[in-house]
């Protein structure tokens, strides 16, 4: 990744000051969570997402198998190109059909970027039986309940301030 890349990455999560301690755990982290996480989480991320096996292997996502760094092509389904086995595989990783004219005009290429995530949520949570790597569209997947909760959460908040304080708020 570009340094102007990455220099934007961190921009958007807040975290500029700390430019490789968020490239290198490979997901954004939330400015208001950022001291939540271990002062070694870089190197516990770098641990699972490269040096531990999932079970497809070791820097692949441990769900659907996508290989970190690799531009794919993917369908909307899960689907993705295995160009090494030069097959079709589905979002755990198995072997798939290949995709009909319908699913080949929604086909589109993503690189895949493994992030170190916490099952329950929980940053400070990182026993290894807590952590797994997953790809970007797992990872969103899976925390999808999460984040509506916590999106909830965070409207019932900006309305309480602004009961509190009389008048608009503002993100904090
Ligand atoms: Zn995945």
New binding site residues.
Partial sequence: MPFSTKRRFAANCGHEPFLALCYDSGMPIRRETRWLYPIDWPLISKHIRFEVAGPHGAGR??????PHGHELRVLPDGRWFDAELHTWRD?RGKEAAWPDMVDACRMRKTRVILAACHRDHDPPNVKPKNLAA??Q??HILNDREHHRRQFRLTILLRRAMGDLFEGAYQRW
């Fill in positions: 996502c441990w769900k659907c198998g996508r979002a997953w790809c569209r797992c």
